[in-house]
């Protein structure tokens, strides 16, 4: 079983930036693979990046050169930081890991707004 646990979203301006981190407890070993995920009323959960544990790393389109995904792999702790947000950005923004099964994290709002 594993446990994740986001935090660092709020509310941002436009252009603005944010930090998330998301923290991994429980049956942490050999997880090869977490990721961000964002998601807003009446849509699906949808990819924003994702990194293994070699470091592999991808990214929507979305937030390709706006967004950086980065992984410490000895705190079992992965970030997400974002810079130049728009309101689009705007969503509960999800952490996941997987392994045999998938987890998820309770969510962290993040609000771009003026």
């Known amino acids: 079983q594993v446990q994740l646990v986001e935090s660092g979203g709020g509310l941002v301006q436009p252009g603005g930036s944010l930090r998330l981190s998301c923290a991994a407890s429980?049956?942490?070993?050999?997880?090869?693979?977490m990721g961000w995920y964002r998601q807003t009323p009446g849509n699906q959960r949808e990819l924003v990046a994702t990194?293994?544990?070699?470091?592999?790393?991808d990214y929507a389109d979305s937030v390709k050169g706006r967004f950086t995904i980065s992984r410490e792999n000895a705190k079992n702790t992965i970030y997400l930081r974002m810079s130049s947000l728009k309101p689009e950005d705007t969503a509960v923004y999800y952490c996941?890991?997987?392994?045999?099964?998938?987890?998820w994290g309770q969510g962290t709002q993040v609000t771009v707004s003026s």
């Open positions: 996941q890991a997987r392994r045999l099964n998938v987890y």
């Open positions: 429980g049956s942490v070993v050999y997880l090869p693979t």
């Open positions: 990194i293994s544990r070699g470091d592999t790393i």
